[in-house]
């Protein structure tokens, strides 16, 4: 019942801005951290921005500066502001919603992905 759906990927010219959003529906509870997450071609995934229910964030070193992980608490929504784009950016991003009930291991819920070009 739970989904996450991405949107707001595209092409930007280098040194341009995006702004990604990622709509939860369905009931997800006990959410420890959201997140976002992205994978070139012959690459891992890997993560980008992370915000965590106690509001403190995390980035990767090569968007820090550049990248801001928003919550519009009344939409149930996750944001992701990219400013100064660059050529490595490109990658498809997705969205991640962590939650952790006691169990060993959390369960992370993720959204389809959104394609992000940073080409002139």
């Known amino acids: 019942q739970v989904q996450l759906v991405e949107s707001g990927g595209g092409l930007v010219q280098p040194g341009g801005s995006l702004r990604l959003s990622c709509t939860a529906s369905?009931?997800?509870?006990?959410?420890?951290?959201r997140g976002w997450y992205r994978q070139s071609p012959g690459k891992e995934r890997e993560s980008v921005a992370v915000?965590?229910?106690?509001?403190?964030?995390n980035y990767a070193d090569s968007v820090k500066g550049r990248f801001i992980i928003l919550r519009d608490y009344a939409e149930n929504t996750l944001y992701l502001q990219m400013n100064g784009l660059k050529p490595e950016d490109t990658a498809v991003y997705y969205c991640?919603?962590?939650?952790?009930?006691?169990?060993?291991?959390?369960?992370?819920?993720w959204g389809q992905g959104t394609q992000v070009t940073v080409s002139s």
């Open positions: 915000i965590t229910s106690g509001g403190s964030t």
């Open positions: 369905g009931s997800i509870f006990q959410i420890v951290a």
């Open positions: 991640n919603y962590r939650t952790y009930s006691g169990a060993y291991y959390p369960s992370d819920y």
